[in-house]
């Protein structure tokens, strides 16, 4: 419509002319409109797009907004001080994670980068507080390892977001001290179904592992070479350090 408008006085400008004169100046005219044409057709291209990709940012916010669920996320950076045997003052290593907490579902999603310096290796750790399980997703191997929920290391949904809103305002002070956990497999589960839909959904398409604590085994027959993974998180005020092995 504005294209039209554009144009018309041209058009109409044309007839009244002389026919001598008309001819003489077609050519430069007939140039002239062309590239006004095409300037002012790019420019309301532009526009249009301009206005396409506001409306689609626009409505995909307002999508997300109305069909998702509305996940908060949570990040928070720890650093924790250790004993060394030589060494009399700590060492700090700064364990950053991010977190999913979902009251409504009661579970807690915990993501670990790979640290800077440190053997732990990047994890997706989902903590369901219905079906009190806990499963690591180790995203080096892409292998699960279930284990039951333990609540002395694991904050309940609500306590969990106050420390990571504590840790995100600064509040919390992130210097901490670190337990160890020592976690041996067991058995390989083939049905994930009866984990529950949540680490269902987190372990599928992995293969996937029951774990137990190393205490509960002893007296059982050690196996000569074990594969260990550690993984270092936290969902307390204190870092664990999960060592598995296989
Ligand atoms: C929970 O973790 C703590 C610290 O590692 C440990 O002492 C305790 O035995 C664990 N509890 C269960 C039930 O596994």
């Known amino acids: 419509m504005v294209k039209i408008a554009f144009s018309s006085p041209f058009a109409a400008k044309k007839p009244s002319k002389d026919v001598e004169a008309l001819v003489a100046e077609t050519d430069t005219e007939v140039a002239a409109q062309g590239t006004e044409n095409s300037t002012g057709r790019c420019l309301l291209t532009l526009l249009g797009l301009a206005f396409i990709l506001a409306g689609l940012i626009v409505g995909g916010a307002c999508i997300y907004k109305y069909f998702m669920p509305r996940h908060k996320l949570y990040e928070g950076v720890m650093s924790y001080s250790e004993q060394h045997d030589l060494v009399e003052e700590p060492y700090y290593l700064p364990v950053s994670?991010?977190?999913?907490?979902?009251?409504?579902?009661?579970?807690?999603?915990?993501?670990?980068?790979?640290?800077?310096?440190?053997?732990?290796?990047?994890?997706?750790?989902?903590?369901?507080?219905?079906?009190?399980?806990?499963?690591?997703?180790?995203?080096?191997?892409?292998?699960?390892?279930?284990?039951?929920?333990?609540?002395?290391?694991?904050?309940?949904?609500?306590?969990?977001?106050?420390?990571?809103?504590?840790?995100?305002?600064?509040?919390?002070?992130?210097?901490?001290?670190?337990?160890?956990?020592?976690?041996?497999?067991?058995?390989?589960?083939?049905?994930?179904?009866?984990?529950g839909i949540f680490i269902y959904q987190h372990c599928f398409g992995r293969e996937t592992y029951r774990l137990v604590r190393r205490e509960q085994i002893i007296g059982l027959q050690k196996r000569s070479v074990e594969n260990c993974i550690t993984i270092n998180h936290f969902e307390n005020d204190f870092v664990t350090s999960t060592r598995i092995c296989t």
């Open 97 to 195: 994670e991010e977190a999913d907490i979902r009251e409504d579902d009661n579970i807690a999603l915990i993501t670990v980068p790979v640290p800077n310096f440190a053997e732990s290796d990047p994890a997706a750790i989902l903590h369901d507080f219905d079906k009190l399980l806990t499963a690591y997703l180790d995203l080096q191997l892409q292998k699960c390892y279930v284990i039951d929920l333990n609540t002395s290391i694991v904050m309940l949904p609500r306590n969990l977001m106050d420390l990571f809103i504590g840790l995100a305002d600064g509040s919390f002070l992130p210097q901490t001290y670190l337990v160890r956990e020592d976690l041996v497999v067991s058995e390989k589960i083939d049905d994930l179904s009866e984990l």
